[in-house]
């Protein structure tokens, strides 16, 4: 029971965690654009802000995976070796 419920989670985090690190590092590159062209000091608290947040959540995201790996490694659960499948768009024959 444990063991698929821990497979499930790692098998949703293998999926999820790419994607939520590429948007916590544009939430990141963004406060850093925004805080090179700010003109204002708020503005630039502001900016820093955004760059603090995207650091804290790319260390959780990446912390939470790790974590999640680790407890899957100790129990003895193997990842999944197969290649998942990418849908394609059928070939258009063109006369």
């Not at 990446?62 to 407890?71: D, K, Q």
Request: zero cysteines; charged letters at 10%.
């Amino acid at each position: 029971m444990i063991f698929s419920i821990i497979l499930n989670i790692k098998f949703a985090l293998d999926l999820l965690v790419p994607v939520v690190i590429t948007l916590a590092l544009i939430y990141f590159i963004w406060g850093i654009i925004q805080y090179v062209i700010a003109q204002s000091d708020e503005k630039k608290e502001d900016a820093k802000t955004h760059i603090i947040y995207g650091i804290i959540a790319m260390f959780v995201i990446v912390s939470i995976w790790g974590i999640t790996n680790f407890i899957a490694a100790y129990l003895g659960i193997t990842p999944f070796t197969s290649t998942p499948i990418i849908p394609q768009l059928p070939p258009v024959n063109i006369p």
